[in-house]
Nanobody, 113 residues
Framework: VQLQASGGGLVQPGGSLRLSCVAS????????MAWYRQAPGKQRELVAH???????EYSESVKGRFTVSRDNAKDTVYLQMDSLKPEDTAVYYC????????WGQGTLVTVSS
């Protein structure tokens, strides 16, 4: 499967962005979909996770500000990011989880005034 992430860009602190991840195949076939991020000089970290049944989990740093959702008909997963902070600056990656993880290319999010 191929994953295409988009929606990144430059936004001011307090602003919003919505990331999209379109899969080349059915996302319903995966156990879960996830968003990770990697900031400069830091390890990649899990941001949000949504199961095939729609259950969600978030890292403590984004809980209450980010929302992950999925549209199975469009084979797309979204990450709505509100109240963005400079520390949210990172490359965001989409991941499909099955017997192994499949990764898309990243999309850069920069939060700066």
């Amino acid at each position: 499967v191929q994953l295409q992430a988009s929606g990144g860009g430059l936004v001011q602190p307090g602003g919003s962005l919505r990331l999209s991840c379109v899969a080349s195949g059915s996302i319903s076939s995966f156990n879960a979909m996830a968003w990770y991020r990697q900031a400069p000089g830091k390890q990649r970290e899990l941001v949000a996770h949504i199961t095939s049944g729609g259950s969600t989990e978030y890292s403590e740093s984004v809980k209450g500000r980010f929302t992950v959702s999925r549209d199975n008909a469009k084979d797309t997963v979204y990450l709505q990011m509100d109240s963005l902070k400079p520390e949210d600056t990172a490359v965001y990656y989409c991941c499909a989880i099955a017997y192994r993880s499949f990764w898309g290319q990243g999309t850069l999010v920069t939060v700066s005034s």
